[in-house]
């Protein structure tokens, strides 16, 4: 009869601990490649049989019946001691400068790029809306780790990455000890096309059902030069037609209308820390015959905001009902990334091909900003809303120009990571400028696009890398 596995004690990591996790110059997060090292400083006097410490990452998740499922992404782990007798050789090591009645004994990872565990095999993790070679949701290794995340509540899905040092002992009645430091991961940004950081207007733009992009303006302050030909008493008159208190037999008919389309188009691909081009597209679709040309518009107010949504997919238990359920969830969040008032005179110009950015400095700069992502059962998907609020004449009008489906990276790249500790590679900062110089004009994105690999995002947001790209300069984590 096999003996009973011992108990494990999970405790939290401190320095009064008979095992401490000492990550001596611990940037604020780290990327695939980076060197993670340090030392276990271990109490000589707890008698170890074996000692060994892991790098891991897991993302947590709730299904429909509100119990937690836990998917592992990788697992790395080394042996750092194994004693080969009562567990007192712990002696020899070197004493810790900090702590001197502990030993330090070194550790040293290389933090990777992608997942290399499969998902739990009690579900089928295939969901049932994905399109071809570009799954909504994983279902087996090789895509890019996501960014360590939080949700707002208890039961929010969470993606964490974790040192874990875990010590066997000699005395009597001890448990299996697991010591856990939490660590911030930040992927490198995935290869696109440069064509992507900017608008393309051949895409087109959708939104809501409850939004427009067609505007109607009426007014007789349409008419060239209304101010000079109008008195005090016809203007009088003119504001009671328009409030619908004066009517007359040709009333309506004189007053001279417009109808124009406005919407937005941001680029596919934002770069965390940088600015987000729009470009504004205005259709002078009809107007009364009266007036030959369009009416001047001006930009009063504009409002930008990043739509984030959290999307959790976790399929019933194979062994559970009969036939799989799909239990799909979605938590959102809204980020507010610009917001400001245009009061001076009639505000500023509001034209066909207008660039955002010569008006409003706005900027993915945010704490709560996560990089896109998809993994086992969970996805963050990004969405940018622009809400515009304008005049025309003396009429105002406002509304939503832009839901885009937007993809969100970070703003550095990773050349390849290899597994040997201290050959890590040297990440660097996306030289957008010199990789769009290398672009023909005449690249078939289509043909780009059917290249992809299958772990990639939606082709409308991927494109596969350009070859033999300029090395931008250096990040320094």
């Not at 030289?431 to 672009?439: G, K, P, S, V």
Request: proline share 9%; net charge negative; hydrophobic share 35%.
């Amino acid at each position: 009869m096999a003996p009973p596995a011992p108990s494990v004690s999970i405790r939290a990591n401190r320095k009064d601990g008979p095992v401490y996790i000492e990550l001596p110059s611990s940037p604020s997060f780290f990327t695939a490649g980076d060197l993670i090292q340090g030392n276990l400083l271990v109490t000589p006097t707890s008698r170890p049989i074996r000692i060994s410490v892991s790098l891991l990452g897991s993302c947590t998740l709730q299904d429909g019946n509100a119990r937690t499922v836990r998917i592992s992404l990788f697992h790395q782990s080394q042996a750092v001691f194994v004693s080969s007798g009562d567990g007192h050789e712990l002696h020899v090591f070197p004493k810790s400068t900090c702590l001197p009645a502990r030993v330090e004994l070194p550790f040293s990872f290389v933090a990777p790029q992608h997942a290399t565990l499969p998902p739990p095999a009690d579900r089928n993790w295939f969901y049932s809306k994905d399109s071809y070679n570009h799954p909504r949701f994983q279902h087996s290794p090789g895509f890019p780790l996501p960014a360590s995340c939080t949700g707002n509540t208890h039961s929010s899905p969470r993606v964490t990455y974790h040192l874990e040092a875990c010590m066997e002992s000699h005395s009597p009645g001890s448990q299996l000890l697991k010591i856990r430091e939490e660590i911030k991961y930040m992927p490198p940004a995935p290869q696109y096309h440069p064509a992507l950081l900017y608008p393309d207007l051949n895409f087109g733009t959708r939104l809501p059902k409850h939004c427009s992009r067609e505007k109607f303006i009426r007014s007789r302050r349409l008419f060239p030069n209304y101010d000079e030909h109008n008195g005090k008493l016809g203007k009088i008159k003119d504001k009671l037609v328009d409030k619908e208190l004066l009517f007359g037999l040709q009333s309506f008919a004189e007053v001279p209308y417009v109808k124009f389309n406005l919407f937005a188009t941001p680029a596919s691909v934002l770069v965390i820390g940088e600015r987000v081009p729009v470009v504004i597209t205005v259709q002078h679709l009809k107007r009364s015959e009266s007036l030959a040309h369009p009416p001047e518009l001006f930009l009063r107010r504009i409002k930008v905001q990043l739509i984030s949504a959290y999307n959790t997919f976790v399929p019933s238990e194979i062994a559970g009902r009969r036939g799989s359920q799909e239990h799909l969830h979605t938590e959102r969040d809204t980020i507010m990334l610009y917001d400001k008032k245009y009061e001076k005179g009639n505000g500023e110009p509001l034209f066909d091909g207008m660039n955002l950015l010569d008006v409003a400095d706005v900027k993915l700069i945010h704490d709560k900003i996560i990089p896109s992502f998809t993994s086992y059962g969970l996805n963050l998907e990004h969405e940018l809303q622009i809400e515009v609020y304008g005049r025309c004449v003396d009429r105002e009008f406002q509304g939503i120009v832009c839901t885009q489906p937007v993809q969100i990276v970070t703003d550095w790249q990773a050349r390849t990571v290899t597994e040997e500790v201290g050959s890590w590679p040297v990440y660097h900062e996306l030289d957008h400028t010199a990789h769009t110089c290398e672009m023909e004009a005449d690249t078939d994105l289509q043909e780009l696009d059917d290249m992809a690999p299958p772990y990639q995002l939606d082709s409308r947001h991927m494109a596969p890398p350009i070859a033999n790209s300029v090395p931008p300069p250096e990040y320094d984590a």
